[in-house]
């Protein structure tokens, strides 16, 4: 069992960095590949990056790469989104969300656990 606890939202103007934070509690947090979505206003839940379980290997949609870094730190069961030269279509809610499938990763219901979410609004 894991329970996730997104932080970081907030607003920024265009071209600016927020960092996304989720906690995650349980001791075998090491185990899971965690990945970020976002959902954006109206629209469905779509997969931005993950990372795999030892933070050896990343993945990322197309129009986040090059922008977004995703990372973790398994001594204190957190994982991160560096979120720079942000666009007001990076606006959304994110969530953070555990599997096991690395070869799955792109697909929501792959993923067992999720966080409440956190907003990012890029004005602009």
């Known amino acids: 069992q894991v329970q996730l606890v997104e932080s970081g939202g907030g607003l920024v103007q265009a071209g600016g960095s927020l960092r996304l934070s989720c906690a995650a509690s349980?001791?075998?947090?090491?185990?899971?590949?965690m990945g970020w979505f976002r959902q954006p206003p109206g629209k469905e839940r779509a997969f931005v990056a993950a990372?795999?379980?030892?933070?050896?290997?990343?993945y990322y949609d197309d129009s986040v790469k090059g922008r977004f870094t995703i990372s973790r730190d398994n001594a204190k069961n957190m994982v991160y989104l560096q979120m720079n030269s942000l666009k007001p279509e990076d606006t959304a809610v994110y969530y953070c969300?555990?599997?096991?499938?690395?070869?799955?990763?792109?697909?929501?219901?792959?993923?067992?656990?999720w966080g409440q979410g956190t907003q990012a609004t890029v004005s602009s």
């Open positions: 349980g001791r075998t947090f090491s185990h899971y590949v």
């Open positions: 969300a555990a599997t096991v499938q690395w070869g799955w990763v792109l697909l929501a219901d792959r993923y067992a656990y």
């Open positions: 990372i795999s379980s030892s933070g050896s290997g990343t």
